[in-house]
């Protein structure tokens, strides 16, 4: 019998408990594929008293995570999260000749290059496929299948705690934490959701995406974000109302020579295949030069679509580590930025919705109007209700503008905000036509 690949598992939650039940429950399949075993030879959690799922044999847990660089094991998977002691453990499994297999994209983004600088050094391979939307392989299409390409636009519904908890309440009415409850009770959400739900999470993914797509490696705090945590179920209507859906987008895309980035929520057509995707499911847009538009869908989270691409990884290692190492020894070289330099975020164009809350008096839809003009922004469409609401004599208004630079836009709502009718500050959202 050959050699078994012998797996560490640092963190047996959500995912480390996927991973284990598909190695266990598919070991005959794994072995013919690779031609060896893969073989779960230790397992690393928090606290060794909690309740385990019947998969993981009681004998392999331990709190002590030296065990995963002194005893023999040839491959690491962290399914721990967090940064912190992990990146130390993690490290030190490279230095110690294990190879590496990560879920954790906040790690990746922030430590990637260290990271990737320590497996070069010691000849290790990393994957990294469940870090970035879950189940679906995006990481292998980007670096085998559209190897032919110069990549020009990435689009992506990335973090399946949002989409699912925008689904919820655009569906079935939810309120946002509601919404927010199910999809941690689901598994969908991470450890801290205010990541998943402030924007952290898909920037995280985009900078792990736009790093192989671009070759640029841009510190989180360049990437402009926003999240769905203030989002107003009153905007998902109104929304709706003007034949869109909200979507927490991250994008990229090469314009000029130079790479625009953000995420945000959109408003994107109801028709639009993005405004498809519903629940925890992501999907990647991705535009080639020679293939052109590409459309990647599948389940972003949750136990088994995210363990699926770890052991997929780890049938990689099994069976052709030699070209993973080569791989890992391409990916964020340290200190490197090869790609074009990143626009601010102001010199981007869309469209935008705003809404905002007035005393309902004459005068004010032509003041706002005459705002928006001065900075060179015309209006679309707008909405007005008739008041019904409480305290009375305030209306929401809401207008749909077109095609406007973000920084006259921008300036043109800190108008609105300074002017005395305005009861609350402005809401806005860009809209992808
Ligand atoms: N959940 C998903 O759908 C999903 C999807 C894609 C990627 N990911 C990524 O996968 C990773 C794991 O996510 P998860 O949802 O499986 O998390 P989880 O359910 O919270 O599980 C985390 C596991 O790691 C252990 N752990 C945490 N810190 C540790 C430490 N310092 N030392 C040893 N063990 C430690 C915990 O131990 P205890 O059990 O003892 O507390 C737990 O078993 C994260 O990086 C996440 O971003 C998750």
């Known amino acids: ?29 794994l072995t013919r594929i690779t031609g060896r075993p893969l073989t779960l030879c230790r397992v690393v959690v928090r606290d060794v008293t909690k309740l385990r799922d ?31 002691p992990i990146r130390d453990i993690v490290i030190k499994c490279l230095e110690s000749g294990r190879d590496l297999i990560t ?103 985009l900078a792990i995406l736009a790093h192989l797509a671009f070759g640029v490696q841009p510190p989180l705090e360049s990437i402009p974000r926003r999240g769905i945590n203030n989002l107003d179920a009153v905007d998902i209507c109104f929304a709706s109302e003007l034949g869109y859906t909200i979507k927490l987008l991250a994008e990229s895309w090469n314009r000029n020579g130079k790479l625009a980035m953000h995420v945000s929520p959109v408003l994107l057509k109801k028709q639009a295949p993005m405004a498809q995707v519903r629940g925890a499911y992501n999907a990647v847009a991705l535009v080639g030069d020679a293939v052109e538009d590409t459309l990647y869908y599948g389940k972003g989270a949750g136990m088994l679509p995210t363990a699926s691409s770890i052991v997929a990884n780890l049938v990689d290692i099994a069976s052709s580590r030699e070209r993973m190492v080569q791989q890992s020894r391409l990916l964020w070289p340290k200190g490197k930025n090869n790609g074009p330099p990143i626009l601010p975020d102001t010199d981007l164009k869309s469209r935008f919705y705003l809404r905002l809350l007035v005393p309902d008096r004459p005068g004010i839809m032509a003041e706002v109007a005459g705002i928006l003009a001065t900075f060179k922004i015309s209006i679309a469409s707008v909405i007005q209700h008739e008041s019904t609401s409480s305290p009375p004599n305030r209306v929401q208004m809401v207008i749909m503008t077109h095609e406007a630079f973000a920084s006259d836009f921008r300036l043109a709502v800190a108008e609105i905000d300074r002017r005395a009718f305005a009861i609350f500050p402005v809401t806005h959202y860009p809209v992808a036509d």
């Not at 939650?13 to 190695?23: D, M, N, R, S």
């Open 1 to 29: 019998m050959p050699q078994a690949l012998r797996i560490g598992l640092l963190g047996c939650g959500t995912v480390g408990t996927g991973v284990a039940k598909i190695l266990s429950e598919k070991a005959q399949e």
């Open 54 to 84: 019947s998969v993981i044999p009681v004998n392999l847990i331990t709190g002590d995570p030296t065990t995963l660089f002194s005893e023999p094991l040839d491959v690491v998977v962290e399914v721990a999260g967090g940064i912190g």
């Open 103 to 205: 879920a954790n994209k906040a790690l990746l983004a922030e430590w990637g290059s260290e990271i990737f600088e320590q497996a070069r050094k010691h000849g290790r391979a990393i994957g990294f496929e469940a870090a970035v939307a879950g189940g679906i392989p995006i990481i292998r299409a980007i670096s085998e299948g559209m190897v032919a390409n110069r990549i020009t636009a990435i689009l992506g519904i990335l973090n399946g705690t949002s989409n699912y908890i925008l689904t919820r309440m655009a569906d079935d009415g939810l309120t946002y934490s509601e919404a927010l409850v199910e999809a941690q009770k689901m598994g969908y959400a991470e450890a801290n959701p205010s990541l998943d739900v402030d924007g952290t999470d898909a920037a995280h993914k």
